[in-house]
């Protein structure tokens, strides 16, 4: 595997033969934050394409295929539309909040983003705590859905933001719970700690047979809940709120909010290939030699982009096919059903590492 | 260098927010502005160094404490009229005594304490691992957090069972 920080040490050090260390540093910090901007945007792009696409398939349609070949252009198109119309300015709510409301769900979801290892030594944000920064951070979300619910003082988003409350404060135990899991199994909370270990003794779904496996499961569960994707699309229902929590948002408010769904299923999928699937590493078969140095030359990033669509085309294949929740139903499945699940998953991990019962 | 920027664009962050929280006569705004105090705090720890305790602030006041406040705001309706009433003449004293009060003795700590460290440095973040952290907490020994944490649960337990007893349908 080739190990990025070769070419990062390289360039850190290219920087500092010019300039203090710590102007070397900003520099950096800023190029960071213009890649990480620009791959949400690419991102973006291919997620919504690809929901539409998928989407239409599965319900026996075409999907876009006016604006460009195959309809490529239709995301641009899209873009376009809502960057050119008018901001709908409502009386009596409440302004300051209505409009930083979209900012604190984008800035969960770029913290979020941060923190996925893409290469062996291409991390960004890769602290000795990693896992649970992230589980931290994502929560910040919740605030950015509850302010926008409850600044538009309308009925409609003030309902699907308390929903969107609930729902994310109680499938956010489940995600924990799940990541706990991996984190017995890996004795490290450190992410591009637990990618290096997958990549040396394999992959934890495999290497954690039983417990990971529903560990897995339930976390793609609490997953789409935390997306707040369906089946789990409470909070924007919009045969019952109309848009839920973003209702009242025009522009490029309400698009903020529909980039950080995306992204966020992405970061959602992401965090499940690099804590399940193994992230960048390769696959590997014992035995098969041959195998496994071709496996081998196909750069980390390309099986991580990989691992993390096929990830994310399994929500998607969730998203289409089931009907929706009531609200009882979602809230009792996570507490009834998930979390218990998951505490004696927690239990069965801890003998399965303990009796060195790992493969 | 960079250290010393930061720190003192984190500083303003969290005294500006501090003074708006206070002053803003609409609720919901001073829970965002707490917010922000607290996000400034918790860039403080990274700061230093302690991700961990930078995490946990995010964590318990970000998606806890916050949460909670404007869920609770949201649940008890909001109020048309947004002036607030005037106060008597008693109460406008009390309200000056206890801030002198807090003033005084906060001036005192500061005065009194000698700082250490004149020129804010980043140490390693290795520097208490989390592993340290998780075997110290379960640590019955001397320095160990067995009994806080313990004793943390309990009142944690008892606060489940009040609010069942209160939520209870007879």
Redesign the interface.
């Known amino acids: 595997m080739f190990d990025f920080s070769i070419v990062t040490k390289w360039f850190h050090s290219l920087l500092c033969g010019v300039m203090p260390e710590w102007t070397a540093i900003g520099i950096e910090c800023l190029i960071v934050l213009l890649f990480i901007i620009v791959l949400y945007a690419i991102l973006a792009i291919v997620l919504i394409y690809m929901e539409r696409k998928v989407c239409a398939f599965f319900q026996c349609r075409i999907g876009p295929n006016r604006v460009g070949k195959w309809g490529l252009l239709q995301v641009f198109a899209d873009v376009l539309k809502m960057l050119t119309k008018e901001i709908i300015k409502m009386r009596q709510s409440d302004r300051l909040l209505h409009d930083m409301a979209p900012y604190f769900v984008l800035a969960a979801s770029f913290l979020t983003f941060a923190c996925i290892p893409w290469n062996k030594g291409l991390e960004i944000l890769d602290f000795n705590v990693g896992a649970f920064f992230f589980i931290a951070v994502s929560g910040i979300g919740v605030v950015g859905i509850l302010l926008a619910g409850w600044a538009s003082h309308s009925k409609y988003p003030i309902i699907g933001a308390m929903r969107s409350g609930a729902q994310l404060i109680s499938y956010e135990l489940s995600i924990g719970m799940t990541m706990l899991t991996v984190i017995m199994l890996c004795g490290t909370m450190q992410l591009s700690e637990i990618v290096q270990q997958q990549a040396d003794y394999g992959w934890n779904i495999v290497r954690g047979h039983v417990p990971a496996v529903l560990a897995f499961i339930i976390y793609l569960i609490a997953g789409n809940a935390e997306c707040n994707r369906g089946p789990f699309d409470l909070p924007e229902a919009e045969s019952e709120l109309t848009a839920g929590y973003h209702t009242e948002y025009s522009g490029m408010g309400f698009g903020f909010f529909y980039l950080a769904e995306y992204l966020n299923l992405f970061i959602c999928s992401a965090m499940a290939a690099t804590i399940f699937l193994g992230g960048w590493a390769p696959l590997m078969i014992p035995g098969l030699d041959g195998f496994n140095a071709v496996m081998a030359y196909i750069p980390g990033f390309v099986w991580f982009f990989a691992k993390a669509f096929f990830v994310v085309f399994l929500l998607m294949w969730i998203r289409w096919t089931f009907p929706r929740l009531r609200i009882d139903q979602l809230l009792s499945l996570e507490w009834k059903y998930l979390l218990p699940i998951s505490m004696f998953n927690i239990i069965l991990m801890a003998l399965v590492v303990c009796l060195g019962l790992t493969l | 260098?960079?250290t010393t920027i930061i720190f003192f664009v984190l500083a303003a962050i969290i005294l500006g927010c501090a003074l708006l929280a206070v002053t803003t006569k609409?609720i919901?705004?001073a829970a965002?502005y707490l917010?922000f105090v607290l996000f400034g705090t918790a860039g403080l720890y990274f700061l230093m160094g302690y991700?961990?305790l930078?995490?946990?602030q995010?964590?318990v006041y970000?998606?806890?404490v916050?949460?909670l406040y404007?869920?609770a705001?949201?649940l008890t309706g909001?109020s048309d009229n947004q002036k607030e009433k005037s106060m008597s003449v008693a109460k406008k004293m009390a309200a000056l005594i206890a801030s002198l009060c807090g003033a005084a003795i906060l001036l005192f700590v500061i005065i009194s304490q000698k700082f250490a460290a004149t020129v804010l440095t980043a140490p390693n973040?290795?520097l208490t691992?989390?592993q340290t952290l998780g075997q110290q907490i379960i640590a019955s020994d001397k320095y160990g957090y067995l009994l806080p944490f313990e004793v943390v649960s309990v009142l944690l337990l008892a606060c489940i069972v009040g609010g069942l007893i209160i939520a209870r349908k007879r």
Do not use: D, P, Y
Request: no cysteine; glycine share 10%.
């Open positions: 260098m960079a609409h919901m705004r965002t917010l991700t961990f930078g995490s946990v995010v964590m970000a998606g806890g916050v949460v404007i869920f705001l949201m909001r973040e290795q691992s989390i």
